[in-house]
């Protein structure tokens, strides 16, 4: 085998490695947004996620990595959809944020 050769190889296995650990994330992604949205009393839409965007991304210790942010929809009334959008640092929430949303009355007394 070739220099040449190890290096396709170990390019392969990284990108294999890097998709195989963002769709662990993203189903970690998933149960963060959608356990959220239970505690606001909103409903999650359509049991899926997005990843909208992958950037290196310094965090509050000075440490580099990856920051994932993903987009789902949610209702609070169950006739407008509503957006939200979560980031991961690593599998670690760093926020999650619901867009201005209607609430529903009968919930208020």
Known sequence: ML???LFI??????IAAFIWQNAGLKEHALVLAKRHCKT??????????AL?????????RGNFGICRRYAFEFTATGERRYSGELSLFGRRLMNIE????????????
């Open 52 to 60: 909208t965007r992958i950037k290196l991304h310094k965090d509050p």
């Open 98 to 109: 619901l867009a201005p949303h209607q609430i529903n009355s009968s919930i208020i007394h």
């Open 40 to 49: 606001q009393d909103v409903q999650f839409l359509d049991d899926s996620i």
């Open 3 to 5: 220099l040449s050769d």
């Open 9 to 14: 190889v170990f390019m392969l296995v990284m």
